[in-house]
């Protein structure tokens, strides 16, 4: 099992990935780390196997193609370790979150239908789905916020990610369970910010609105019209040999890992393979048109791949993520491919394709994987012959940008529990270097920013246009990138939480050892038969057992994603991280009331200490309570 550490360390990178991953992508790309670039298939196939190799992938699913023809259409590695059955292009892997997708595709075809539109509010066709929208009235959420993310909806937690009973609940029971994420924390259009609970509720949508269950629908009204006949979107898979196992490496070897359903279809359920995403691939190519006709009209299609919402979209940079259509993250070719990506336990998969050049491809993979190595070995094989696009640049105008400059935070975080860090993390000072913006990061870090066209900026060491500089609805500045939100604020703003959270967490750290030195005390002065007062000792050591049981509520909560990964329940952690945090609150509750009612007869110092150290674990306690720890 990965140390606790490392797992509450993979949970942030999870929850900041829209964000990081890019940077990251950058970074190797600018330290001139090469990669291999295939120039045949079979040099393309021979690379990935030693990149599976390196990477401990047991298998791969994967199909390339033209607008005209299948390239290849393939499986690599192991299906089935134990047996030793190698992946063909038959075996069905899970998808994750390119599932989004095909559910987006399912509200298409319901649209086709005329039994509903992109502006059908969620009120209006399924008022008993229990969200809440203090804008509704003026500002009601549509299938268009949900197909984009623009809900203001939280993304339900790790804690949901699975369904370990042996039943599986309805659509309608699932959005239950996810109800506490169903919240508008803005004005729904404003902003971008990815939650999977949005296409929970539009498998439940379709269910309704079709009167069929969701399986039946997709298969019926888009997996046979895309001549995808081996796909499901099924919660539990049916254990026959047509399914890829999934599996981690450990201890030197692979170690297969259960396959756990998830409550709701919509989101992440998509169980596929390369053959039938090479169909789907090709249909994209040739604007939906398949063998057996149109699927949907290419008005659609096109709406399909343009955002429409939130603001940065208002501007016309189209650059960003769409109905259920995102326009993947930017490799050092500058080819834009759009379509989704996704994870599920030990599964990966990518779906790519560019209209334009007309080629496309698709792959899943069971282990966990870096996939950006994967990505570009593809995709240079695939754009080989294809000038790269050159980039773009526009005079800066600096008069237009001057208002726009100062200090940024992040205001669209998707989670719950962790938002406030997200929003820290991602606090910037935007200003403007020669004939370039720079965004600086107040805790290390950051790029430049070069004009593409009036307010359209694209990352200097990139090529595709995504951040904006746009007026909210308030007529306050704002920078919006791939979508997401950056609220402008004042020097004071921007430092002083991240300022105030560090000292609280190094006070209780500092209390931890100050304890063990107070308890150390009090055991030499009983061993001399002296009687210290018990209620100043105590004081003393509560603020270390609230910082202790803080800790271990933490190290509880991040080795759930370990648990996710290898499939185990994760009821029994979350029950010791639930007990863990609220001796949290119990201890500091305490410690606040002796100190209030001791004040008086304390010394000085410990009057300081105390005052600091019970401030401090107050300050916590109360960014728990606001962001729903408890």
């Not at 964000?19 to 190797?28: A, T």
């Not at 009331?593 to 007869?601: C, Q």
Request: proline share 5%.
């Amino acid at each position: 099992m990965q140390s606790t550490l490392t797992c509450f360390l993979s949970y942030l990178l999870k929850r900041l990935f829209s964000l990081v991953f890019p940077l990251l992508l950058l970074s190797f790309w600018a330290k001139g780390q090469p990669l291999p670039k295939p120039l045949t298939l079979v040099e393309l196939k021979t690379i990935l196997q030693k990149e599976m190799a390196q990477q401990h992938i047991a298998g791969m699913s994967v199909t390339l193609v033209t607008k005209d023809s299948t390239l290849w259409c393939e499986g690599l590695g192991l299906a089935d370790v134990e047996r030793k059955t190698p992946v063909t292009n038959l075996h069905l892997f899970r998808m994750g979150s390119t599932t989004k997708l095909f559910t987006a595709l399912g509200i298409f075809s319901l649209i086709n239908e005329r039994k509903l539109s992109v502006a059908t509010s969620l009120r209006q066709i399924a008022p008993e789905v229990p969200f809440q929208n203090s804008w509704e009235d003026s500002n009601p959420i549509t299938i268009q916020h949900l197909l984009e993310h623009s809900t203001g909806f939280s993304d339900k937690s790790p804690i949901e990610e699975f369904n370990y009973a042996d039943t599986d609940v309805s659509t309608l029971q699932s959005l239950h369970i996810f109800e506490k994420y169903m919240v508008s924390k803005w004005k729904p259009g404003e902003r971008h910010s990815y939650s999977n609970v949005n296409y929970a509720i539009l498998a439940y949508s379709i269910e309704k609105l079709s009167g069929q269950p969701f399986n039946e629908y997709m298969r019926k009204h888009v997996f046979q019209s895309l001549t995808m006949l081996n796909t499901n979107v099924y919660l539990r898979s049916d254990n026959t040999n047509n399914y890829a196992k999934g599996y981690i490496w450990q201890n030197e070897k692979f170690r297969q890992i259960p396959s756990l359903p998830q409550y709701n279809p919509g989101n992440g359920s998509l169980h596929t393979n390369a053959m039938d995403l090479s169909h789907v691939l090709q249909a994209y190519l040739n604007e939906w048109q398949t063998p057996q006709g149109q699927f949907l009209s290419k008005t659609i299609l096109s709406d399909s791949e343009t955002p429409h919402s939130y603001l940065s979209a208002q501007t016309g940079l189209q650059n960003t993520y769409a109905y259920g259509n995102d326009l993947l993250v930017e490799l050092p070719d500058g080819f834009q491919f759009r379509g989704h990506t996704g994870i599920i336990g030990p599964f990966s998969s990518t779906f790519a394709y560019n209209r334009e050049l007309g080629i496309g491809y698709a792959y899943a993979v069971n282990s966990p994987c870096n996939a950006f190595p994967l990505d570009s070995i593809i995709r240079h094989y695939l754009t080989q012959h294809v000038p790269k696009p050159q980039p773009v640049s526009h005079p800066l105008d600096k008069e237009s940008i001057e208002p726009y400059l100062g200090y940024y935070r992040f205001d669209s975080p998707n989670d719950l529990r962790m938002g406030f860090l997200e929003s820290l993390q991602f606090t910037f000072l935007l200003s403007r270097k020669g004939e370039e913006l720079e965004a600086k990061r107040l805790l290390g870090g950051g790029t430049s920013w070069t004009s593409v066209s009036h307010k359209i900026f694209r990352d200097s060491h990139t090529l595709i246009a995504r951040i904006a500089l746009v007026k909210n609805s308030e007529n306050e500045p704002v920078v919006m990138q791939s979508g997401l939100y950056f609220k402008k604020i004042n020097a004071i703003e921007a430092w002083l939480p991240t300022i105030v959270l560090t000292l609280c967490v190094c006070l209780l750290f500092i209390s931890v050892l100050y304890g063990i030195v107070v308890l150390i005390w009090f055991v030499i002065q009983r061993i001399r038969k002296q009687s210290p007062s018990f209620i100043i000792i105590l004081l003393q050591i509560l603020p270390s057992l609230a910082a202790v049981s803080l800790g271990m509520a933490l190290i509880y909560f991040s080795s759930i994603i370990s648990y996710l990964y290898e499939g185990i329940p994760v009821t029994p952690v979350v029950t010791k991280s639930t007990i863990a945090l609220y001796g949290f609150g119990l201890f500091t509750i305490t410690m606040i009331i002796l100190l209030l009612i001791r004040f008086r007869s304390l010394n000085t110092f410990l009057k300081t200490y105390l005052s600091l150290i019970t401030l401090a674990g107050s300050y916590i306690l109360i960014l728990l309570l606001i962001h729903h720890w408890f």
